[in-house]
């Protein structure tokens, strides 16, 4: 008998394709010129300083001295000088015990959710939160139970039919599609009742919020508490890459040990250290650029809804606007960009709610005119009808 043909492997995923094309779902990556032309509101550079010649200069500097890669684990050789400094001050300045540098924020979710809880864990997650934490749970092989947006007593319900082991309730500090902010005192309450641990990622939160850009943990008082960690990224307002957890020391030194995505993954290279670490340094020693973000989101806010649409109220950086339709916000998003205006879209699957939304991003050194400018566009190629 004469055997079928082979069929192809990955011919399964043309079908994929067509379905998200029929959808409207399809993803392309756009490569970004050197020197763009356009005013970016959709990048988290909050403070404006991954552009910075004084930054920049301070990543090439690193890259020279240590190396262009960190060439190797930071259990082996990927753990520099440079690595320990930037641990040291982020620390301090955050109001923690210790910390623990990351390749990215994205590593450092997944390093607390798997090494802190296990299969006889009990992870309560916001329904909102970034998809790190959502991987996080999976990996983790815990039993997680997902809970509405910003709950606290939908926490407490969950903590309190656990029956015994360890528990965690994890959530982002600033809702990233939205801009919301978690009700943390609250949710520390909960989680103290019951002896679970409160994990927070604060990757919105750093450089925005709190006492100088110290963070939204840092501004609830959670931080440096013993049954408080957070994580954040030094890709947002510190304008660089990679990402850190912040805690107990004994947390910290349980992670070096048993977090996979720390001990097996190349370390952050130097020239991002670097160019975090002089970040951190100007905002320390600049700390009214955490404020000056703050008043660009709530300018941006105060003038869209003026022009007559729809946006949540910013507790952060982010300003989120809603759109009619999926198809619509595509359009808009398009729009603004062929006007010289680049603004994120977001919708259906990406938002749990069916509702699509431009999402805006404010940034410390935006000028009045380049607020006003930006606002008018948004308005002019806004949907109607």
């Known amino acids: 008998m004469t055997p079928a043909a082979p069929r192809e492997p990955f011919e399964w995923t043309d079908t994929a ?10 993803r392309a990556l756009r490569p970004r010129a050197a020197a763009p032309d356009v005013l970016d509101l959709a990048s988290n550079d909050y403070l404006g300083l991954s552009r910075r010649s004084d930054i ?4 090439a500097d690193s890259a020279r001295r240590w190396g262009a890669g960190a060439t190797g684990s930071r259990l082996v050789t990927g753990s520099t000088e440079l690595h320990a400094e930037l641990e040291r001050e982020l620390a301090q300045f955050c109001g923690f015990e210790a910390a623990l ?23 309560v997650s916001d329904a ?20 509405p947006h910003s709950d606290p007593e939908a926490v407490g319900k969950a ?3 656990h029956d015994g082991g360890r528990a965690v309730a994890v959530t982002d500090s600033v809702f990233s599609v939205d801009g919301d902010a978690a009700p943390l005192p609250e949710l520390a309450a909960v989680c103290r009742t019951y002896g679970a641990a409160l994990l927070i990622d604060d990757a919105h939160g750093l450089g925005v ?3 100088g850009g110290r963070g939204a943990v840092h501004a609830a008082g959670l931080a440096g508490a013993p049954d408080v960690v957070s994580t954040v990224t030094l890709s947002k307002s510190l304008g660089s890459q990679g990402g850190a957890v912040l805690g107990p ?17 190349t370390g952050l290279a130097p020239a991002a250290v670097g160019a975090a670490l002089a970040s951190l340094r100007l905002l320390r020693n600049e700390p009214l650029l955490a404020g000056r973000t703050r008043t660009v989101a709530h300018s941006l806010h105060t003038r869209l809804t003026a022009g007559g649409l729809s946006a949540v109220r910013p507790q952060a950086a982010v300003v989120s606007v809603l759109a009619p339709s999926p198809g619509q916000a595509v359009r808009w998003a398009a729009d603004c960009r062929e006007a010289g205006l680049v603004v994120g879209c977001f919708r259906p699957p990406s938002v749990p709610d069916g509702i699509s939304r431009l999402r805006l991003t404010a940034r410390a050194d935006l000028t009045d005119e380049q607020i006003e400018w930006a606002v008018d566009t948004v308005l002019q190629t806004a ?3």
């Open 128 to 147: 909102a939160n970034h998809a790190s934490i959502v991987d996080g749970c999976r990996l983790s092989r815990a039993a997680t139970e997902v809970v």
């Open 56 to 59: 920049t200069a301070a990543a």
């Open 17 to 26: 394709a067509r379905r998200r094309k029929d959808a409207g779902l399809v």
């Open 383 to 385: 949907p109607t009808g």
């Open 249 to 265: 020391a004994r947390v910290i030194d349980h992670l070096v040990n048993e977090a996979r995505t720390f001990i097996f993954d």
């Open 159 to 161: 903590l309190d039919a």
């Open 209 to 211: 919020l709190g006492d």
């Open 101 to 123: 540098v990351f390749s990215s924020g994205y590593a450092a979710n997944l390093a607390v959710l798997t090494a802190l809880t296990g299969r006889d864990s009990l992870i």
